[in-house]
């Protein structure tokens, strides 16, 4: 892999590892109020500021990279599963299926994908609401995002499939009479899995960029838990007078951004010089 | 063409209807009516506004009841707008919408397509470098990072350039430029990698071999097959702007039709949702339609018989 | 480089034009599109800042909230206090040289009334004799319902009950005069501009929706023309994007955003207007802990309302009683202090040990301020009294929904005056008014409500409201007030005369602008 994947799965890792540390890294707790230090600069305290209610912005942007991530993998995983599933279907099967399931798409794509989004987000919210607040922002978000974007991969999916359905050892396969599934699974699917693998490293990112969209315009997660989105909105609120509150979230998230697409652009030169046996 | 132009548009309709459909049921899901206010009402009340807006009878009577309207044209009252109709609010927000989106749409592509040819063009050299770089940050920028660093800049500290509003050209140059930035680091990666791929191909080499001028080349072989690559793009591309534009107008207080997409469905104004998707939708089909046809003129090996699509 | 050079040099040169501020015109921020300038449908605070402007009403507010004649010259009270009768100014006209009659008043408020017309605010004038009836459809002919016109300059309106505050209620806007005739010739669209016609200070030159509002200076005004030419209302939502074209010199008139309020605090463009709003927590008392009197008045005593204007910083004052300071019969003196103490002990008089209690549930509406609050009192109760406290948030409408059906332990809400009396503000939570969430019901606090809305002596009205205040406020707790808000303006230097009231109105009457 070329030396800016490298340098993308350098950052990723990185970003997981805070992630999975959470407010931790940071030594404060994302939730603990200090109204004395309210709106402070940073500070040998607190290293990257506070915010309005006194808690450590550092603590904040650790935590809510964790909720960022597990919504943006959350959704790829639905979206890669989804379309894998529709797509496959739609490229194996064929015929009258394959043209009803490929109209479906084309009204999906004819939806607009933002209204789509919120309208999912607020009928989960709802029908989640069993679960704790956390937890059932989290879903609705990744549940949304998902069946927003599977489309793309279902469409992606079934071109590969069709094509490695013309492949000469796919045809002996069937000519045998082996069972679809055996097929699907030995012959075709290696052939998917790298395209895939490279289609997700691109999703990620874009599922970052949804869900701190909405969570900017106040629709993703809620407070008190944060996420580089929200966190987002906060400081442009107070970005005249307190630039330090937007900086370092749009920092996060750009560098979020890069490391994904440095490592997506590496994987895909790796993986797709390979021929396609 | 014609014939295979016509059948685009035709297939274009059962999608729209599909899509109001559609929208239509996934409205019905949301919780909340759009009348609770601060101060609760009367129940008498309550039943006078249900008569007002149609909002009486079973599902299937509703669903009939607006189809009819729309083949009227008529998308019926708001319900947040009082005495306004969906009509007359698109009509006044879709010309703004688009007058941004198609400023948003020339920077993407005069910008893209310039700055990838000059990339790809001189390959590994500092200026590829440099607007490789550049391309990497844009397509990471989310467009609230774009558009405060903007407004920070241009707005305040240099005063050149209004905040917001939208009350003459100027007022554009933020907004569209907030709203290109992600597609044209886009456009310029699309643009720049196919330029790289054409100028390996042996065809171009041949012909720089055969001692054709170098401009020659570059114009007619690899600017033909870059913009045809790209184009794939414009479909997404016009999806991209119409919708990234709710966060554009709102930070920018542009008067277009983009923030609907979030507040008709935050408001419940069922009939704004049902509305703004449709206008989408079409316009959605028409660009496709467009770029299809462009793809065809384009390149005259697909423009007979249709396999898949 | 060239070419970038001039364009940059002719980008400065426009942007230098924009900004030069045009004389005698004001353009200020809505904030967001007014749902409506029809003055018997509107409901909101965003509406009633445009309506103010191009109509004015029977009375109009003083400086100190006391009713003033406005299109009614003077007005008299029969003996039992229930028939008023309002005498008309006279050579007063509207936008389109039709003079103003009395008849004009009985329209609109029948049309506020009527079923058909289903305006929200309809039961603001359910005080006035079969007004009710009459807009639930059980009596058929309006001639029925106290308010008629015997003449083109009286009105007289007959209530069910005597209502001291009848003449401030009188300066809302639903109870605006209107011209029936335009509203049915030109129907749904009579507000649009070329259409509309009103008789106040301005009039409505150009509404390009969801954008801006232009209003010109009506120059038949009956007080005299005022001294600007025109208002541009733009409607920008971001509160940072205004603030910055304010600084652009684009804007003259904008709320400052609660965080950048500390900023302006020292700047000679800073406006802050203490507003006749509250802001108060509610407990669901059929929901445990707070079934128990005591534990309400525990989790009361353990807020710390000092600390709510640092950390708001928008000129919050903390109050302890429900009637805001500034409205009449306001008494700073009432309600619970902050005493941890007393709230620890009285939660083991109650028997309710913190560690063992479930976490207690705030539930707010998605906002800036409600957000810090919440955090803010969860900090209070933890820390305070040992409880563990979750703090959920809601979309607005899905918020009333169960604050109507299911109302969570512990809400947030606010109450802004419709006309300034305290009986706006106490009789929210008698059992039967439909906005008390608290399911809290207590017979004599009814009474004293009652009583008070209807006693003319000033003195026995304040005793009354005390006393209704304290079963409120100390004693039955089913509420804690917080604090109330106040309106924090920045103001460009070449504007003047601009006092804003408490009610959070704007008149532009006498405003002027360099």
Same mark, same amino acid.
């Given at each position: 892999?070329?030396?800016?994947?490298?340098?993308?799965?350098?950052?990723?890792?990185?970003?997981?590892? /805070?992630?999975?540390?959470?407010?931790?890294?940071?030594?404060?707790?994302?939730?603990?109020?200090?109204?004395?230090?309210?709106?402070?600069?940073?500070?040998?305290?607190?290293?990257?500021?506070?915010?309005?209610?006194?808690?450590? /912005?550092?603590?904040? /942007?650790?935590?809510?990279?964790?909720?960022?991530?597990?919504?943006?993998?959350?959704?790829?995983?639905?979206?890669?599963?989804?379309?894998?599933?529709?797509?496959?279907?739609?490229?194996?099967?064929?015929?009258? /299926?394959?043209?009803?399931?490929?109209?479906?798409?084309?009204?999906?794509?004819?939806?607009?994908?933002?209204?789509?989004?919120?309208?999912?987000?607020?009928?989960?919210?709802?029908?989640?609401?069993?679960?704790?607040?956390?937890?059932?922002?989290?879903?609705?978000?990744?549940?949304?995002?998902?069946?927003?974007?599977?489309?793309?991969?279902?469409?992606?999916?079934?071109?590969?499939?069709?094509?490695?359905?013309?492949?000469?050892?796919?045809?002996?396969?069937?000519?045998?009479?082996?069972?679809?599934?055996?097929?699907?699974?030995?012959?075709?699917?290696?052939?998917?899995?790298?395209?895939?693998?490279?289609?997700?490293?691109?999703?990620?990112?874009?599922?970052?960029?949804?869900?701190?969209?909405?969570?900017?315009?106040?629709?993703?997660?809620?407070?008190?838990?944060?996420?580089?989105?929200?966190?987002?909105?906060?400081?442009?609120?107070?970005?005249?007078?307190?630039?330090?509150?937007?900086?370092?979230?749009?920092?996060?998230?750009?560098?979020?951004?890069?490391?994904?697409?440095?490592?997506?652009?590496?994987?895909?030169?790796?993986?797709?010089?390979?021929?396609?046996? | 063409?014609?014939?295979?132009?016509?059948?685009?548009?035709?297939?274009?309709?059962?999608?729209?209807?599909?899509?109001?459909?559609?929208?239509?049921?996934?409205?019905?899901?949301?919780?909340?009516?759009?009348?609770?206010?601060?101060?609760?009402?009367?129940? *008498?009340?309550?039943?006078?506004?249900?008569?007002?807006?149609?909002?009486?009878?079973?599902?299937?009577?509703?669903?009939?009841?607006?189809? *009819?309207?729309?083949?009227?044209?008529?998308?019926?009252?708001?319900?947040?707008?009082?005495?306004?109709?969906?009509?007359?609010?698109?009509?006044?927000?879709?010309?703004?919408?688009? *007058?941004?989106? %198609?400023?948003?749409?020339?920077?993407?592509?005069?910008?893209?397509?310039?700055?990838?040819?000059?990339?790809?063009?001189?390959?590994?050299?500092?200026?590829?470098?440099?607007?490789?770089?550049?391309?990497?940050?844009?397509?990471?920028?989310?467009?609230?990072?774009?558009?405060?660093?903007?407004?920070?800049?241009?707005?305040?500290?240099?005063?050149?350039?209004?905040?917001?509003?939208?009350?003459?050209?100027?007022?554009?140059?933020?907004? %569209?430029?907030?709203?290109?930035?992600?597609?044209?680091?886009?456009?310029?990666?699309?643009?720049?990698?196919?330029?790289?791929?054409?100028?390996?191909?042996?065809?171009?080499?041949?012909?720089?071999?055969?001692?054709?001028?170098?401009?020659?080349?570059?114009?007619?072989?690899?600017?033909?097959?870059?913009?045809?690559?790209?184009?794939?793009?414009?479909?997404?591309?016009?999806?991209?702007?119409?919708?990234?534009?709710?966060?554009? *107008?709102?930070?920018?207080?542009?008067?277009?039709?983009?923030?609907?997409?979030?507040?008709?469905?935050?408001?419940?104004?069922?009939?704004?949702?049902?509305?703004?998707?449709?206008?989408?939708?079409?316009?959605?089909?028409?660009?496709?339609?467009?770029?299809?046809?462009?793809?065809?003129?384009?390149?005259?090996?697909?423009?007979?018989?249709?396999?898949?699509? | 480089?060239?070419?970038?050079?001039?364009?940059?040099?002719?980008?400065?040169?426009?942007?230098?034009?924009?900004?030069?501020?045009?004389?005698?015109?004001?353009?200020?921020?809505?904030?967001?599109?007014?749902?409506?300038?029809?003055?018997?449908?509107?409901?909101?605070?965003?509406?009633?800042?445009?309506?103010?402007?191009?109509?004015?009403?029977?009375?109009?507010?003083?400086?100190?909230?006391?009713?003033?004649?406005?299109?009614?010259?003077?007005?008299?009270?029969?003996?039992?206090?229930?028939?008023?009768?309002?005498?008309?100014?006279?050579?007063?006209?509207?936008?389109?040289?039709?003079?103003?009659?009395?008849?004009?008043?009985?329209?609109?408020?029948?049309?506020?009334?009527?079923?058909?017309?289903?305006?929200?605010?309809?039961?603001?004038?359910?005080?006035?004799?079969?007004?009710?009836?009459?807009?639930?459809?059980?009596?058929?002919?309006?001639?029925?319902?106290?308010?008629?016109?015997?003449?083109?300059?009286?009105?007289?309106?007959?209530?069910?009950?005597?209502?001291?505050?009848?003449?401030?209620?009188?300066?809302?806007?639903?109870?605006?005069?209107?011209?029936?005739?335009?509203?049915?010739?030109?129907?749904?669209?009579?507000?649009?501009?070329?259409?509309?016609?009103?008789?106040?200070?301005?009039?409505?030159?150009?509404?390009?929706?969801?954008?801006?509002?232009?209003?010109?200076?009506?120059?038949?005004?009956?007080?005299?023309?005022?001294?600007?030419?025109?208002?541009?209302?733009?409607?920008?939502?971001?509160?940072?994007?205004?603030?910055?074209?304010?600084?652009?010199?684009?804007?003259?008139?904008?709320?400052?955003?609660?965080?950048?309020?500390?900023?302006?605090?020292?700047?000679?463009?800073?406006?802050?207007?203490?507003?006749?709003?509250?802001?108060?927590?509610?407990?669901?008392?059929?929901?445990?802990?707070?079934?128990?009197?005591?534990?309400?008045?525990?989790?009361?005593?353990?807020?710390?309302?000092?600390?709510?204007?640092?950390?708001?910083?928008?000129?919050?004052?903390?109050?302890?009683?429900?009637?805001?300071?500034?409205?009449?019969?306001?008494?700073?003196?009432?309600?619970?202090?902050?005493?941890?103490?007393?709230?620890?002990?009285?939660?083991?008089?109650?028997?309710?040990?913190?560690?063992?209690?479930?976490?207690?549930?705030?539930?707010?509406?998605?906002?800036?301020?409600?957000?810090?609050?919440?955090?803010?009192?969860?900090?209070?109760?933890?820390?305070?009294?040992?409880?563990?406290?979750?703090?959920?948030?809601?979309?607005?409408?899905?918020?009333?929904?169960?604050?109507?059906?299911?109302?969570?332990?512990?809400?947030?809400?606010?109450?802004?005056?419709?006309?300034?009396?305290?009986?706006?503000?106490?009789?929210?939570?008698?059992?039967?008014?439909?906005?008390?969430?608290?399911?809290?019901?207590?017979?004599?606090?009814?009474?004293?409500?009652?009583?008070?809305?209807?006693?003319?002596?000033?003195?026995?009205?304040?005793?009354?409201?005390?006393?209704?205040?304290?079963?409120?406020?100390?004693?039955?707790?089913?509420?804690?007030?917080?604090?109330?808000?106040?309106?924090?303006?920045?103001?460009?230097?070449?504007?003047?005369?601009?006092?804003?009231?408490?009610?959070?109105?704007?008149?532009?009457?006498?405003?002027?602008?360099?």
């Amino acid at each position: 892999m070329s030396a800016r994947g490298w340098v993308g799965a350098a950052v990723v890792t990185a970003l997981v590892a /805070l992630a999975l540390a959470g407010d931790r890294a940071a030594g404060y707790r994302f939730d603990a109020q200090d109204t004395a230090h309210a709106l402070e600069a940073p500070s040998r305290a607190h290293w990257l500021g506070c915010d309005a209610l006194g808690r450590d /912005l550092l603590a904040r /942007l650790c935590e809510g990279g964790r909720v960022s991530l597990v919504v943006a993998v959350g959704a790829t995983g639905l979206a890669l599963l989804l379309g894998l599933s529709y797509g496959a279907l739609s490229g194996w099967v064929g015929g009258r /299926l394959d043209a009803v399931l490929m109209r479906g798409v084309d009204v999906v794509y004819a939806l607009p994908d933002v209204l789509v989004t919120v309208l999912l987000i607020e009928i989960l919210s709802a029908a989640l609401s069993g679960l704790p607040d956390l937890w059932r922002r989290l879903a609705a978000l990744a549940l949304a995002l998902g069946f927003s974007g599977f489309v793309g991969v279902a469409r992606l999916v079934r071109a590969l499939v069709l094509q490695a359905r013309e492949e000469v050892w796919v045809e002996a396969a069937r000519a045998t009479g082996a069972p679809a599934a055996r097929i699907l699974v030995r012959q075709v699917l290696p052939n998917v899995a790298a395209p895939l693998f490279v289609s997700a490293a691109f999703r990620i990112p874009a599922a970052i960029l949804s869900e701190s969209t909405l969570s900017f315009i106040g629709l993703g997660i809620q407070p008190p838990f944060s996420s580089w989105g929200t966190l987002a909105n906060d400081g442009f609120e107070a970005m005249r007078s307190f630039p330090h509150l937007i900086i370092f979230p749009c920092v996060a998230i750009l560098c979020a951004l890069l490391g994904f697409h440095l490592l997506g652009e590496g994987l895909r030169e790796r993986l797709e010089a390979r021929p396609s046996r | 063409m014609t014939r295979y132009a016509l059948g685009r548009i035709l297939a274009g309709i059962p999608v729209l209807w599909l899509v109001a459909t559609v929208t239509f049921l996934l409205l019905r899901f949301l919780p909340g009516g759009p009348f609770d206010k601060e101060r609760v009402l009367p129940p *008498e009340i309550m039943r006078n506004l249900a008569h007002r807006y149609r909002l009486e009878g079973t599902l299937g009577e509703q669903y009939v009841d607006y189809l *009819e309207r729309l083949a009227r044209g008529d998308l019926g009252p708001s319900y947040k707008y009082v005495g306004r109709d969906v009509a007359d609010i698109l009509r006044d927000s879709v010309p703004v919408s688009l *007058e941004l989106g %198609a400023a948003a749409f020339a920077l993407t592509v005069v910008g893209g397509i310039g700055l990838g040819l000059a990339a790809g063009a001189r390959r590994d050299s500092r200026v590829d470098r440099a607007i490789s770089l550049g391309s990497l940050v844009g397509v990471s920028a989310p467009s609230f990072v774009v558009g405060a660093g903007g407004i920070l800049l241009f707005g305040l500290a240099l005063r050149w350039l209004p905040a917001g509003l939208w009350e003459g050209p100027l007022y554009a140059v933020l907004p %569209a430029c907030t709203l290109a930035a992600l597609p044209t680091a886009y456009a310029t990666q699309l643009t720049r990698a196919q330029v790289a791929a054409v100028m390996d191909q042996d065809y171009v080499r041949t012909a720089r071999a055969l001692g054709v001028r170098e401009s020659r080349v570059r114009r007619r072989h690899v600017l033909r097959n870059a913009l045809l690559a790209v184009m794939t793009y414009f479909g997404p591309l016009l999806a991209i702007l119409l919708t990234g534009s709710f966060v554009v *107008e709102r930070i920018f207080a542009v008067p277009g039709m983009g923030r609907f997409f979030v507040t008709a469905v935050t408001n419940r104004d069922y009939p704004l949702v049902l509305g703004v998707t449709l206008v989408y939708a079409a316009l959605v089909v028409v660009a496709n339609l467009a770029v299809d046809l462009l793809y065809a003129w384009l390149d005259p090996r697909i423009r007979v018989g249709r396999g898949e699509p | 480089m060239r070419g970038l050079a001039l364009a940059a040099l002719f980008a400065v040169a426009c942007s230098r034009g924009a900004s030069r501020a045009p004389a005698r015109q004001l353009r200020i921020n809505l904030e967001t599109e007014p749902p409506t300038l029809d003055w018997n449908l509107a409901t909101d605070g965003v509406s009633i800042v445009a309506i103010e402007q191009l109509m004015r009403g029977l009375t109009r507010l003083g400086p100190d909230l006391a009713p003033e004649p406005d299109l009614a010259e003077h007005w008299d009270v029969s003996p039992d206090g229930r028939t008023y009768t309002f005498h008309l100014r006279q050579g007063v006209n509207w936008s389109d040289g039709v003079p103003l009659v009395a008849q004009h008043f009985v329209d609109s408020w029948q049309r506020l009334l009527a079923p058909a017309t289903a305006a929200e605010y309809a039961y603001f004038l359910f005080g006035v004799r079969g007004a009710r009836a009459y807009n639930a459809g059980k009596l058929g002919d309006f001639g029925a319902v106290g308010v008629h016109a015997p003449d083109d300059r009286t009105l007289v309106v007959e209530l069910d009950a005597p209502l001291v505050y009848f003449p401030a209620l009188v300066n809302f806007m639903v109870t605006f005069p209107l011209r029936r005739d335009l509203v049915e010739r030109f129907g749904d669209r009579w507000t649009e501009p070329g259409n509309l016609v009103t008789l106040g200070p301005f009039v409505l030159a150009e509404w390009r929706h969801e954008y801006r509002l232009v209003l010109t200076a009506n120059e038949h005004y009956w007080a005299g023309r005022p001294p600007l030419d025109r208002i541009t209302a733009y409607m920008v939502q971001e509160g940072s994007t205004a603030l910055v074209l304010f600084e652009q010199g684009l804007l003259d008139l904008v709320r400052i955003p609660p965080l950048e309020i500390r900023r302006y605090a020292e700047r000679p463009e800073y406006l802050r207007r203490p507003l006749l709003r509250g802001y108060y927590y509610g407990f669901n008392v059929r929901k445990p802990p707070f079934d128990d009197v005591r534990v309400r008045r525990a989790f009361a005593l353990a807020i710390d309302r000092a600390q709510f204007p640092g950390l708001l910083r928008g000129g919050e004052v903390p109050a302890a009683s429900w009637i805001p300071a500034g409205m009449p019969f306001a008494n700073a003196e009432l309600g619970l202090p902050f005493d941890p103490e007393r709230a620890r002990a009285l939660l083991r008089e109650a028997g309710v040990d913190p560690a063992q209690l479930a976490p207690v549930k705030i539930v707010y509406n998605s906002d800036q301020t409600n957000k810090l609050v919440a955090e803010k009192v969860q900090a209070f109760w933890r820390d305070g009294l040992g409880v563990r406290v979750e703090v959920e948030n809601r979309e607005w409408k899905v918020y009333l929904r169960e604050l109507s059906t299911d109302p969570p332990a512990v809400f947030r809400l606010g109450w802004g005056a419709d006309f300034p009396d305290p009986d706006n503000f106490l009789n929210l939570f008698t059992s039967y008014s439909e906005n008390n969430h608290t399911g809290w019901a207590n017979p004599d606090y009814d009474a004293l409500v009652e009583r008070a809305a209807r006693e003319p002596d000033t003195a026995e009205r304040q005793r009354l409201y005390d006393r209704a205040q304290r079963i409120l406020c100390e004693e039955d707790v089913p509420m804690v007030p917080l604090f109330d808000t106040s309106a924090n303006f920045a103001v460009s230097p070449r504007v003047h005369g601009f006092v804003p009231s408490a009610m959070d109105l704007f008149f532009f009457e006498k405003v002027s602008a360099e």
